[in-house]
């Protein structure tokens, strides 16, 4: 019984066995981007078949509750979307597929982990495993030899390394104060340490450091724009969803720890949340790299987030993770377009995407629809979400982190339409010889997923919300 | 009581305030919903289309099958309640308590009905103007007609914001695609002024409902809120509202985004788009911040004959005929805000009336602009000179219409702006005779544009002396049967307005009495010190200011 409940894991870890064996010889990659779907189809009917029940493993280190399992659902299709989304892994040199389908599969383990790890040193292990997964596969790029991918990746280690620290630091203050590693313990003592004790304040905000560098939160966001221009496509396009899933669970569940009335941890989250936001969109509007826009547009979409983790009632972790799914779909939507249009794997500029309406129409609608969801325009899940985040905000009587959010979204609107604007009103005529996108059926088959996705989900967000409203009550 | 934000299903389907509220469609069909789905579906249906004829028939043959489906909005409405009428209820979102709920009173039947009679001129006006991607052109007029009509008839803030928004890329498309040559700065512009606007329309939303838990408009106004909470309420609808007037100084988007879109464009914009405003605040503001409302009455009174008078100034002062057009719609639009925050029965039917007006109007001037555009491919006064002899029809029209424009006796502008003036100069007369010159520079204005377009000199300089225009000077034909055909239409109702606007107003009667009800139980409900305090702070002064300075 135990075993089924660890089910998913496995099945990640055997996928993890099988391409490191795979590794070993040639195989093709559309046999590994194959098993990877399928197996992370597999883990996501293991994570279904144990959606409703609870147990804990591992001495109490390791919980299994609906909570864990909706975010494991999120992760796992998560993966099988990111594999689908990128065929061929034409930016990934080609002896390396193995190594590269190897390392995001264990950082997703990671992460899988993560959002069951109810104990700090689980924790951090399960946060070390996905981070350090990654800092191998970043400068996996071609040509093999460029300079930017070694950049990226030495920035992630670095900043990946200081925050561990921080947060291993933060770690060692709860549990000199308190004497426990377990959640559930801390539960109890938390709240009244904060009130109490200055120094649980600046412990809980040390350790949540690693997850706000993971979610590419201010402070912790400066190595975003250049690990996403580093990195090959493919890998950002895994940076910039999964690893923010994996984030926003630990912070609901360290946040809640606080538990849910306005304390100076709320007001010192409340600072970085706005401060995220500002930044992020003041610095999307000037840039003119379309990874680096989304870096920052990331970068506010970390605040956003953090205004559901901040309200701190069901309705306001419900929206986080509404969100946070959310903003996977679309954030999606945009790398899956960017893969498909940068057919020599350069980072694109605006100026590249111009004309795209006419080159693939498919691909310019997919992009819109991902990137008026980033910006918050219904009837999409961008809209949808932005409003029950802002509502359960609202609702908690944080009206200056609303009334900010939104002038943030107005700024936003600005960069967001001149990605669109590039992809539908400029002719490609002067652009010179950019032909026609030609897609595969599967990829075809995937925008259309994405899109409707997008605005399905934007237009009857009654079962997600009611879910994620029913996982949140195990927190 | 309900908590805030609880979400509880849909509380007014429990009985009592289903009553006092609604009337249910009586007809043995949702009319609403019809005319809110045949666009929609029309435009989806319209894609399969591929010859451009083919594609404007379709439009057409959609746009006027809705406006038919609209007339038992006229025939079968009842004017003699203020509730709200041919209401159509489904559950949506319980959680949020989001139910798609749309009826129409006596405020936005008429606006309703605009709407679906202009959108066929709009497909006509593009017949042969639109010369590329017909199949997304005829899409887009579509989807916006759908969400324009949407905007009107929901009868729940959310919905409300839903079609609101919906409105905004469409439009933002028609600019930015078939526009002139500055269509990016006039289409970015246009899209940023109007989201930065809903945003804080959105934070009122939802702070009404984190207040009341509930989204539905009509129970919003029931409630009575603090006055500060009212004083934000107002100040945030208003911001969204007071950008799609336009009111002074949030107009500058308006004559950029008028010059370049392409006339379907323009009319939409101007017949209808710029209503949305001002049904904003007669359905927001007024209702539901009362007291604001009265407390910030004589700023907006001030912004309005601001809008009036400087709209009126900078439009004398333009070469090109649309750029004019679009300063004297800030110029008329600043009637209507001025009817509005009369808060008196004439001001507010007045302004309803002017916002009927000036969709016909303007609507028929922008068409008329893009007839002569189509021609000469200018728009500069100084090229269109002296068209009198060549285009006699084009001119009676232009004339018709010109004279509407500026208010002339017997024709539609006239009986608003009679009884805007008329409401101004009962309540305060300085602010009536500050908008007595507004008036009189309409008249300056579009004299001016009539003399230099119908009259002027053809033997000195001019389009003889420029080898470009001599050489189809002559050859500029008159109106086609499809022009006649779209502004005699819109010739009948600037009479019909002009002699005989009695069953307009009756429609809008009682929703006017209600509305002015309204607002004076809010004052009585919100306690007299606030209202005292509201009257001795410079809202007074102001106020009094306007008496004393009476000639």
Excluded at chain 2, 197 to 225: C, K, N
Excluded at chain 2, 351 to 374: K, S, V
Excluded at chain 2, 392 to 401: N, Q, R
Aim: aromatic share 12%; with cysteine; charged share 10%.
């Amino acid at each position: 019984m135990e075993t089924m409940l660890f089910l998913p894991e496995l099945l990640l870890i055997l996928l993890a066995l099988v391409c490191f064996f795979t590794s070993l010889g040639t195989p093709r990659t559309g046999v590994l981007q194959g098993s990877v779907i399928l197996f992370s189809i597999l883990a996501l009917f293991a994570t279904m078949a144990t959606f409703q029940q609870t147990g804990t493993l591992f001495y109490g280190a390791y919980r299994i509750d609906p909570l864990s399992q909706l975010f494991k659902l999120v992760l796992c299709t998560g993966l099988a979307l990111i594999a689908w989304a990128n065929p061929g892994l034409r930016g990934i040199e080609k002896r390396l597929h193995p190594e590269y389908y190897l390392f995001i599969t264990v950082s997703t383990l990671g992460l899988v982990m993560l959002s069951s790890a109810v104990e700090l040193l689980t924790i951090f292990l399960a946060l070390e495993i996905s981070s350090y997964a990654l800092f191998v596969a970043i400068p996996f790029r071609q040509p093999f030899h460029g300079r930017q991918q070694y950049e990226a990746s030495i920035k992630y280690v670095l900043f990946g390394a200081a925050a561990s620290g921080l947060s291993l630091f933060g770690m060692s203050y709860i549990f000199g104060l308190s004497g426990t590693t377990y959640l559930a313990e801390l539960s109890t003592l938390i709240p009244g340490m904060i009130s109490s004790e200055p120094l649980a304040l600046a412990g809980m905000i040390l350790l949540l450091c690693g997850f706000f560098y993971k979610l590419a939160l201010f402070p912790m966001h400066f190595w975003t724009p250049d690990v996403y221009q580093g990195a090959a496509n493919e890998t950002t396009s895994f940076i910039a969803t999964l690893p923010k899933i994996g984030a926003v669970i630990l912070l609901l569940r360290l946040v809640s720890l606080a538990g849910v009335d306005i304390t100076e941890l709320s007001w010192a989250l409340g600072i970085l949340a706005i401060a995220s936001m500002t930044i992020g969109n003041l610095s999307a509007l000037v840039q003119n790299d379309i990874k680096r826009l989304l870096a920052y547009s990331s970068v506010a979409h970390a605040g956003y987030i953090m205004l559901g983790v901040i309200a701190g009632t069901t309705l306001g972790h419900a929206a986080a993770i509404y969100y946070a799914v959310g903003y996977l779909l679309m954030n999606l939507a945009c790398f899956f377009v960017l893969y498909h249009v940068s057919t020599d794997n350069r980072n694109l500029n605006l100026d590249d995407l111009k004309g795209l309406y006419r080159r693939s129409p498919l691909l310019a609608f997919v992009l819109a629809a991902g990137v008026f969801s980033l910006a918050g325009i219904p009837p999409t899940i961008g809209f949808t979400g932005k409003f029950v985040l802002f509502t359960s905000a609202f609702q908690q009587g944080l009206y200056g982190l609303v009334v900010l959010g939104l002038i943030n979204a107005a700024i936003s609107i600005f960069f967001y339409l001149k990605i669109v604007r590039a992809a539908y009103l400029t002719s490609s005529d002067d652009n010179g010889g950019t032909g026609q996108v030609s897609l595969h059926l599967s990829s075809k088959v995937l925008g259309l997923v994405l899109v409707i996705a997008i605005i399905l989900l934007g237009v009857l967000p009654q079962q997600l919300l009611s879910v994620a409203k029913a996982a949140v009550a195990f927190l | 009581m309900r908590r805030p934000g609880q979400g509880m299903p849909c509380p007014y389907t429990q009985g009592t305030i289903v009553e006092q509220y609604l009337i249910y469609n009586q007809l043995n069909y949702p009319i609403i919903s019809v005319l809110l789905l045949l666009p929609l579906i029309g435009a989806v249906v319209g894609l399969l289309f591929k010859s451009d004829k083919a594609q404007l028939l379709w439009g057409l043959g959609v746009t006027v099958a809705t406006a038919l489906a609209s007339l038992p909005l006229y025939t079968q409405f009842d004017r003699s309640t203020a509730q709200y009428q041919f209401v159509e209820l489904r559950h949506w979102l319980p959680t949020l308590g989001l139910d798609y709920v749309v009826g129409v009173d006596g405020i936005s039947v008429l606006l309703v009905l605009l709407t679906t009679f202009v959108m066929p001129l709009c497909v006509l006006c593009s017949w042969s103007y639109i010369k590329e991607r017909m199949r997304e052109f005829m899409f887009v007029l579509l989807v916006i007609e759908t969400a324009m009509i949407g905007v009107f008839v929901s009868l729940n803030t959310l919905l409300f914001f839903l079609f609101w928004e919906a409105m905004l890329i469409p439009m933002y498309l028609i600019i930015a695609i078939w526009g002139g040559p500055r269509k990016d700065y006039a289409s970015i512009k246009y899209f940023l002024y109007t989201f930065a606007g809903s945003i804080f329309f959105l934070a009122s939303i939802i702070a009404l409902y984190v207040q009341t838990g509930s989204f539905f408009i009509p129970e919003l106004m029931e409630h009575s809120y603090s006055f500060t909470f009212q004083a934000w309420i107002f100040l945030g609808c208003a911001l969204a509202f007071a950008v799609k007037v336009p009111m002074f100084p949030l107009h500058t988007w308006l004559p950029a985004a008028h010059v370049e879109a392409p006339t379907a464009g323009s009319v939409i914009l101007a017949s209808i788009m710029l209503k949305l405003g001002g049904y904003g605040f007669l359905r927001f503001c007024l209702p539901m911040a009362p007291e604001a409302t009265w407390y910030f009455m004589p700023w907006l009174i001030a912004l309005s004959l601001v809008s009036i008078i400087v709209g009126g100034y900078l439009a004398l002062g333009q070469s090109d005929v649309k750029k004019l057009i679009a300063y004297s719609s800030v110029g008329h639009m600043g009637f209507v805000t001025l009817g509005i925050f009369l808060l008196n029965d004439q001001g507010i039917k007045g302004a309803m009336l002017q916002m009927i007006n000036h969709g016909i109007t303007t609507g028929a001037l922008f068409i008329l602009i893009g007839i002569i555009y189509e021609r000469t491919h200018s728009r500069e006064m100084s090229v269109n000179r002296a068209l009198g002899s060549m285009m006699p029809l084009f001119v009676l029209f232009l004339g018709i219409f010109s004279l509407s424009s500026f208010g002339f006796p017997g024709t539609n502008s006239f009986v608003s702006e009679f009884l805007v003036l008329l409401a101004a100069f009962s309540k305060y007369p300085l602010v009536g005779a500050l908008a007595i010159v507004g008036a009189i520079l309409a008249a300056a204005y579009m004299l001016r544009l009539l003399q230099s377009m119908v009259w002027a000199d053809s033997d000195g300089h001019g389009h003889h002396d420029d080898a470009h225009d001599a050489g189809h000077g002559h050859l500029l034909k008159d109106l086609n049967a499809r022009e006649i055909g779209t502004l005699s239409f819109l010739t009948i109702f600037v009479f019909w307005i002009g002699f005989y606007p009695t069953p307009l107003l009756e429609m809008m009667d009682v929703s006017v009495t209600q509305l002015i009800d309204q607002i004076g139980s809010g004052l009585d409900q919100g306690g007299h010190d606030n209202l005292h305090h509201a009257l001795n702070g410079w809202g007074d002064k102001i106020a009094g200011l306007f008496m004393t300075l009476k000639p």
